[in-house]
């Protein structure tokens, strides 16, 4: 009991502690949201007036702690822009990424756990290091510049898919035009499933070393039966540790991505929030995308204390 209380403390002091650094990296930026909804060429007076309006006349860490105080209630604020609550202007982009992020995350388990359990199986021979080399090379490259490949590639020289989403932010159905998924999926796919790699290659490579292993072969168990009945239900536990780690990077990959392509999520919602200096917008973004990729860290945790594998990061 004690124990789960002081990880429930840990992650709501994490969470705060970061949404504190993005609302104070959001305050250090140049100008402010009066100047940026009035223009360049607005009265000092009108500036003035809309800045009491909005209360940003009052001190960085008080606006902070009120927003928390709301936030804990169920109000998480206002769009400056549009004067709609951000529930409501989250709602259709956070259903969007949630689409595109759980379709990614299904090829990133299936591609990535292939590949490490290929790799493993053939642990120091050409084929491991071939899909080891790959796999490190894609995990080495920003996420833009593989987005950008596959841009340049399949939307400017083949023509295929949409280089961008043709859906405005906060309206519209993506599946009207599903075609607009593909690019996106495919590169935060490939990002995810390629960070998958190595460490169940890891789990894989040392599974098939075990003595239960060895001995199975060495009873005359044909290859493929060794495999099935003796390494992969030793390798489930570890697998499924490695892919909840996966989960933090792989959302960072999708907001990335999501900018890139103007795909109309959670990504892109966010970048306009800082772009437009909507403090409880980007403060409702921050801490959803914070909340989940903590949420999977401490799955990742707990699901270490319940093998004795070690996984490699």
Known sequence: MLRALSRVLLFAVSLVF???????????????????????????????????????????????????VHALQGDFGTVLASGLPVTEAMAGPLMRTGVIFAISLIFVIAIGTAGGIFAGLHGGRAVDRIVSTLALAVVGTPEF?????????????????????????????????????VLPVVAISLIGACTLVRPVRAVVEKENQTLHVESARLSGLPERKVVIKNLLPGIVAPIAQSTAAVVPYLIGGTVIIESLFSFPGLGTLLVNAVLNREPDLLMACSAVVVAI?????????????????????
């Not at 519209?172 to 998924?181: L, Q, T, Y």
């Open 18 to 68: 970061t949404c504190l650094l993005v609302f104070l990296a959001l305050e250090a930026l140049p100008g402010d949201a009066a100047t940026q909804r009035l223009g360049l060429q607005a009265t000092p007076e009108r500036v003035e007036e809309l800045t009491q309006q909005y209360g940003l006349d009052k001190p960085v860490l008080y606006r902070f702690a009120l927003w928390c």
């Open 293 to 313: 990729s903590l949420a999977a860290f401490w799955i990742a945790d707990e699901m270490g204390r319940w093998q004795p594998h070690e996984i490699e990061a």
């Open 145 to 181: 510049i593989i987005g950008f490949f596959l841009i340049l590639v399949f939307a400017t020289q083949l023509g295929w898919f949409p280089a961008v989403s043709l859906l405005p932010v906060g309206s519209g159905s993506m599946f009207d035009k599903p075609i607009i998924m």
